[in-house]
């Protein structure tokens, strides 16, 4: 527990009010969006897209519920962007929809973004503004200062977020490396004169929160490439790592090149992202490095280094297709060397380990320890800026609730007295002056489910069928009758998906029509219909448990004809 | 690289030759299951199941294809077993059906693999010899020493199976415990001496062989449970392990009672392994520790300890329950420590971060760091094992490719040479002499899906089945025509099931209902019917994907009426 100082409040000249009000980013990893509102104006930092949980069967991305905005729609005054990572920028095209207000971010990070405005046709109607770091930006009543931070992406910024109220550091993701390979360490100078002047509330990252110490530097990993270059001289070395990561990037190709190697990139992604970096001269490629996937092929291959997709065991990555032999132009072999260049994202693990084991099988030397820095701040680091801008208030953001805690708890050593600190959740309105802070209330928030181009059509009804079709499948029992003449005409027919193998289960599906005929003639006779379909779910449900334990979900079809 | 020195190879004073079938354990973990071959008699160490991976939606478990067994029915003499744990018990039900043969295993092994016989009515109809550490039984041509090693679970074994070939170790899964809680380190003496005389083949548990070093005791669990009872004298404390972990249930018990605690047991598998341990003798509770749950309200909570089932996040298990605040009887607050008394298994990391946030949200204090073991040897253990037993071929076994591959690299390290190590994939024969060793054959082999009380019937096809319907759901189309009259009596009637909301998707149901009454008039007008299906499918398939982007299960039923 760090001694208790006396503390630099912000000073208090107005009781003006800021409200901060998290759209997402709060209950899982991703979907990070948080609006300021103040008076007349809104402003929204970040706009993120978060990937499915393991029950949104089918889902391909979850999106932010943006109502709030929509409602407000005439108060919205700008969007600021922190960095290019799809947890903060994937969101925009349906975030931004009906909403024409200037979107402002660093130059790399505009420049991916209008790589996903383009895929949705949306460029020509979104007003963007480059804005570098150190400049500050307008919208409202809000001034938007661009303070450089280290991050695994290149172009990173926090905010330092003047309103009326006071000011409000957002970090953003954020590291403090003090030996980046390019650039410079964190401006560690502004958070401090900001926290001179006096700080309202610090909003901070909390991904590694968890985590004692401080992140490595990048010049770790930059040792280790050093390393393994010399290391296997005569075999192909394949690295793997985050397309998004330029850092990593631009340290393999450095020691890939140092070492008289070739480089290929591989998975569209990455080759995306490299094309945009080295366009606008984020990325320094030495002279003759860089060849296509094409022409590598034409050199000694331990003359050659093959920067890859799949660091996370994703289903069409080329790593995965390279692991089960089914990638087009890469084979692996003993002499290979293949470098895990990343940690794993929980849930990846297994699906991490089958590309293990297929590269393994093929006889490949596999490394996946000391290859990878984490590219967020751990406790320390925290700390650090916690000194630095000696917030009134502390607001721990992204990561899960307890890596919030984690950071909570770092608050709170650092001297924040514990009615000062909020974990909020989703949707919360924190209402902020120089004197007070609380939670005033809630906005509707969520998660929207995307499914094709289908946004918000698929709801919890949708995901339930979907869980017991894929645990139990299905069975369709359809018939037809005439009501008038009393006569079962057609059926019944049983079908069955997902439920048994057709082959050698004649007999189970021939009693199931047994019972079903049963039912409907029984219903016929009597003239009582209107039950027909819930007596056959009911008794072709009993069938199936007491046969073989399972529960498919059962659908009657009953035609009437006449 | 360890210097090579002049081994003792088996003598070979004999050519007899003996064949090294493994039915299961070498794809994946779990269903450890190998069958040992010479002349006239076979016998079948471990008979085990394997957890369904994720592309088996629907599946329970999963156990291994014994057609080679069933094959060979009057060659097969006994059935060894290691250990009590699920993979290499859980398959006796199945594995035995039909082999009346003795089941050989020590004293807690075979008290836990009653309790599954009886579950399924096999109890009488097995023969079953309990056999001590340190004794031998003959089964045919074989003759079976028992030698106790430590593992996570007492009473575990390893096997030197005499053979008319010579001597194979078989080390179960297992690690060395110089200061195990309980009982003895593992028996590295008989180790030495069966060295001595010259051993075949070792095959070995490769489950941590991608460690360095060597796993540590027990007695630092301990510690850690000391220090922790300690810490927190005025909280209650709830602990989640693996229930089958008994050395761990031992820790806590003991740590517990000498800190004045009461111990509640909460889980039904846990409850059960205890209670069978207990009886038997080999967990050893001090009187008045353990109550019951129902009890353990009645004493002062920080006098008492929550011992639960759920650190791996399992859906139904009792600590998920109380993270969700779902359960009858234990609700946790901001006083409560949880203790996570395990490792994750990879894949589970996401459910276990669910549990913690849950946790977290109700403020308990969760410690999951240094409170675990493993059961399995690391690298140095390994060393061990081979140098004490220097065999002339190594077999590693138990875990992925690249585990096994890792515990390959020390026999090498080991000084054996290469042509001598073997990394078999499943249903391979290795055929053993003690000149000469290689792959002879292949068997039938295989993983059987179980679902339910159904044994094998689910195949490729349904599982793909169970896969589409997860991803993108079912539109059935029924319609009833007349052949005779070329009408169409009734329908089309359009039915989905995790396809879409029926709220909002009125128009496009419409849309489908229209193309497939235009397609059935069509057809019925020309007199075509017999490709109405395919039909149906195609002008429906292309409307989903051309509107929403989706690739539904389409099922045209039609019913014919005359």
């Known amino acids: 527990m760090a001694k208790k100082k006396k503390r630099n409040y912000y000073d208090g000249t107005t009781e003006k009010e800021v409200r901060i009000i998290p ?8 979907m990070n969006m948080t609006a300021f509102e103040c008076g007349e104006s809104i402003i929204v930092v970040d706009c993120g897209l978060a990937f499915p949980s393991d029950n949104m069967l089918g889902i391909d991305l979850v999106v932010p519920d943006i109502t709030y905005l929509h409602e407000n729609r005439a108060k919205v005054k700008a969007f600021f962007i922190t960095h290019g990572h799809a947890a903060h920028i994937g969101a925009i095209p349906d975030g931004r929809r009906d909403l024409s207000v200037p979107l402002y971010a660093t130059r790399l990070t505009m420049a991916i973004i209008e790589t996903k405005l383009e895929e949705h046709g949306m460029l020509e109607s979104v007003e963007r503004i480059v804005v570098k770091e150190g400049e500050t930006a307008a919208a409202g009543d809000f001034k938007v200062e661009f303070i450089h931070i280290n991050h695994s992406i290149t172009d990173a910024v926090a905010f330092a977020i003047h309103s009326p109220a006071g000011v409000i550091v957002h970090t953003g993701d954020f590291k403090i490396d003090y030996t980046p390979l390019h650039g410079m360490p964190a401006d560690l100078q502004r958070f401090g004169e900001l926290g001179e002047k006096g700080v309202l509330a610090l909003l901070s990252d909390s991904t590694n929160a968890i985590r004692p110490g401080f992140t490595p530097s990048e010049q770790k990993v930059a040792e280790f490439f050093a390393d393994a270059f010399q290391q296997y001289p005569d075999r192909r070395i394949l690295v793997a790592t985050f397309a998004s990561n330029l850092n990593r990037v631009q340290v393999i190709i450095d020691h890939a090149g140092k070492a008289g190697r070739k480089v290929a990139v591989e998975g569209r992604s990455m080759v995306k992202i490299i094309e945009i970096a080295r366009a606008l001269g984020y990325l320094e490629v ?25 660091s996370q065991g994703e289903a069409l990555s080329a790593l995965t297709r390279v692991a089960s032999g089914q990638h087009r132009l890469i084979t692996v072999k003993e002499s290979d060397v293949v470098i895990f260049s990343s940690s794993p994202i929980p849930g990846n693990e297994k699906a991490i380990n089958r590309v293990i084991n297929g590269l393994a099988k093929r006889g490949a030397t596999i490394i996946n320890r000391e290859t990878h820095v984490s590219g967020h701040a751990c406790e320390e680091e925290l700390k650090l800026i916690y000194a630095l801008t000696r917030p009134a208030y502390a607001v721990p953001m992204h990561g899960e609730f307890y890596h919030r805690q984690a950071n909570r708890e770092i608050a709170l050593a650092m001297g924040i007295p514990e009615e000062n600190t909020f974990l909020l959740d989703s949707g919360d309105v924190l209402t902020v002056t120089a004197h007070h802070a609380e939670v005033t209330g809630s906005v509707q928030h969520g998660g929207i489910l995307v499914d094709g181009l289908g946004v918000g059509d698929i709801g919890n009804s949708v995901l339930r069928d979907r869980q017991t079709l894929s645990q139990n499948g299905i069975l369709i029992v359809a018939l037809a009758v005439s009501k008038a003449r009393g006569e079962l005409v057609s059926g019944p027919e049983i079908h069955t998906r997902g439920l048994l193998y057709k082959k050698g289960s004649e007999d189970i599906l021939e009693e199931v029509r047994q019972i079903a005929e049963n039912a409907a003639l029984d219903a016929l006779s009597k003239n009582r219909t209107g039950r027909l379909k819930a007596d056959l779910k009911e008794a072709i449900s009993a069938h199936f448990w007491q046969t073989l334990k399972r529960d498919p979900m059962i659908l009657p079809i009953i035609l009437e004809v006449d």
Do not use: H, S, Y
């Not at 002279?287 to 996937?293: P, S």
């Open 23 to 30: 759209l997402g980013g709060l209950e899982q990893i991703g």
């Open 286 to 310: 030495p002279a003759g490095v860089l060849v296509d996937m094409e022409e590598i092929a034409n050199f000694p291959e331990e003359k050659t280094c093959i920067l890859m997709t799949g």
